[in-house]
Each structure stands twice: as C-alpha cells, then as structure tokens.
C-alpha cells in the first residue's frame, strides 16, 4: 500500500484539489495502484487550524507518506501576521525539511492551446521545455537576511549563498533529464556579477564531463528571459537556481497559455516527491469555481510517473486531458473562439470521463 498525503493548502487549493484527487482515485481504481489518501493541511489553512503554516505533526505525516500532492498556499487575509508565519514559510519549510531539491517544471504547449499563448503560433506552437529549479538552496534560505533601521532609515538584506554540493546534485538532475530527452541543456546564472553565479557555472562545467553526450550552454538570467519570449524552442532542458527558476518558469509558463496548465515535481535523492501545480492561490477568484484544475491534475500524472513508476496511468491522465481539449472544454483563462468555457467541476468531470473511457 502507498501513502499519499494530500494538502489543498489556501484559495482554489481546495477546489482544484477535489478535481485531482477524483482523478487520482479512478487511476488508482482502474490500474490497481493500491494507493490511500490522508489528508492535512498547509499554508495559511494550516496558521487558521494549528496556529504555525507547518505543524511538526503534519510535517512527520509528510515524512512517513510515499508522496504529497499539493494545491497552492497563501493569501491576503495572511498577510499582516508575523512574516515567520505567513504561508510561504510553511511551504519553504516543508521543502527544506524533505530535502526536496530537485525542482522539475515542465513547460509543454498542447497544440489545442496554440491561439491560447500571447505569442504568435508559429514562435511557440510545437513547445517542450522542462525547467530545473534548484528548490532548497538560495536567496529564499539564506543567512543572514534581515530588516534594520541604520542612520534613521529602513533597510533590509538576504544572503545568496551556494554550496558545491547544492550546486553539483541539481546540475547532475538537469543533465540526467537531458540525457533522456534531446541531450541539450542551458545552464542559466548571472555569472559576470554575482560571485554564487560563479561558482555555479564552475561546479556545472565539472559535471558536464560525466555527460560527454550533453550539449551544455550558459546563458545570463536576464538574456534567457528575452530569449525565452524571443525564440522559445531554443531551449530544451533549462537547469537554474532557486529565484532564477522560480522567475523563469513562471514566464515560460505563459508561452503555454496558461500558468493554470502547469505542473511541478519537487523531489529529493530518491525520487520521493511533492506535486503540485506551478501556479498560485489565485485568491481572487477562489470560491468561484473557475479555476482551472488541469495543472493540478496533470501533477497527478508526474506523481504517479516519477515517484511510483506508474507509466501506463500517468500517460492515460495526460491522454484524458488531451482529449478533453479536443473536444473544445476551456476554463477562463483558456478560453478561446468557438470553444466552450466550463467550471473548475466540469472540467474535472470531463478528465474523469475521458480517463474512464480509455
């Protein structure tokens, strides 16, 4: 029997989160995974019910589980208590404590969602990155940060600092999923001013001598940003730091339409992960029930893929979801002329349905 740990977190976690546990229950049905549910929270939920954003209870839960799937953390109603104890700390908590440092964030157009991304077809239709974000090291954990008041004026520092080792395991990560797609990788850094940024392009130039086959690039953060709008399909497999990735991704998930269509795995040295999909808690439209859940559900496919090998299921939720385009369903922020624009619940039921059909 497999545990998973399921945490909807804050703002359309929940919603988007019973989409994607319906969809996991009927894989788990249909393939004999024998898998079980429990259940916890995380984020701002969390602060509301244990009074901290990760309970040392949840935390063990999160332990002892073969692999977590989560919604999204965070909201405004979190926002004027202690900074300790704000959502995010929770999350980066969670992730540090797991040692989930391998950060895979795929970047995939479906070719029904061309006409969705806001960049011609012609530069983005055909798209398939995969993004590789250190996760557990960098500016977000560094030491020492603080807020001061120095000559009567507010002021405030964070630390970025990396070791050869943080640097050395997520770059063997990036070479290992380029090795397994088209042997090609970008390592991005800011290496002509920042000293960490030095050391990492020192470190990557290192291990790419164990890839003989790998066609390794570097590429400063701020070029890749361009490049990324300009000429996308350059790139193939990305491997960065923990801010760099984190700002990347988050652009090259709109050269797929939609951030609502991304998912992420966050895994630690033996493929045990965290799942969840790349974007927020969007809590502006929580409880409206438009949110889009494919993300969501489609983390469920990487899950099932990376930390239990379950190749035949993972590919039947993303063939669910393909069909499930092609017959025109599109969430709001998908939604385009001619199609027809369902709810966080109907789009859900629409994979279900496909996947039971398959």
Not at 279 to 302: C, E, R, Y
Not at 308 to 334: C, H, M, P, Y
Request: aromatic content about 6%.
């Amino acid at each position: 029997m497999k545990n998973i740990l399921i945490l909807p977190g804050d703002g359309i976690g929940p919603e988007i989160m019973a989409e994607a546990v319906k969809v996991l229950e009927l894989a788990n049905e249909k393939f004999a995974l024998d898998i079980e549910l429990s259940r916890d929270e995380l984020g701002g939920a969390a602060y509301d019910k244990y009074g901290v954003p990760l309970a040392d209870e949840t935390l063990e839960r999160a332990r002892a589980a073969d692999a977590i799937l989560l919604g999204a953390v965070g909201g405004p109603q979190w926002d004027t208590i202690d900074p300790a104890l704000r959502p995010e700390r929770g999350l980066l908590k969670i992730r540090s404590e797991l040692g989930l440092f391998g950060n895979l964030r795929p970047a995939l157009l479906y070719p029904q969602l061309a006409a969705a991304s806001t960049l011609k077809p012609e530069v983005v239709s055909g798209l398939d990155i995969l993004i590789v974000r250190e996760l557990t090291g960098g500016i977000y954990f560094g030491q020492p940060r603080e807020r001061l008041v120095k000559d009567g004026q507010r002021m405030a520092y964070d630390t970025l600092p990396y070791s050869e080792h943080e640097v050395r395991r997520i770059a063997k990560v990036g070479f290992d999923m380029a090795m397994v797609r088209n042997k090609k990788l970008c390592s991005v850094d800011k290496a002509n001013v920042l000293a960490s940024s030095q050391l990492w392009r020192e470190v990557v130039e290192e291990v790419a001598a164990d890839y003989p086959e790998v066609e390794l690039s570097h590429m400063y953060v701020d070029n890749a940003a361009m490049q990324l709008v300009r000429a996308p399909k350059q790139f193939d497999v990305i491997v960065t730091d923990n801010m760099f990735g984190d700002i990347l991704s988050d652009q090259a998930s709109m050269l797929t339409g939609s951030i609502g269509m991304l998912p992420s795995a966050s895994l630690d040295a033996n493929n045990k992960g965290m799942y969840e999909p790349c974007h927020g808690s969007a809590p502006d439209i929580a409880g409206q029930g438009i949110a889009n859940p494919l993300a969501t559900i489609l983390s469920v496919s990487m899950l099932l893929r990376y930390s239990f090998n379950a190749v035949k299921a993972a590919d039947a939720i993303e063939q669910a979801v393909s069909q499930v385009l092609d017959q025109g369903l599109r969430t709001g922020d998908i939604m385009a002329e001619g199609c027809r624009q369902v709810s966080t619940a109907e789009m859900g039921a629409a994979v279900v349905a496909a996947l039971k059909n398959l």
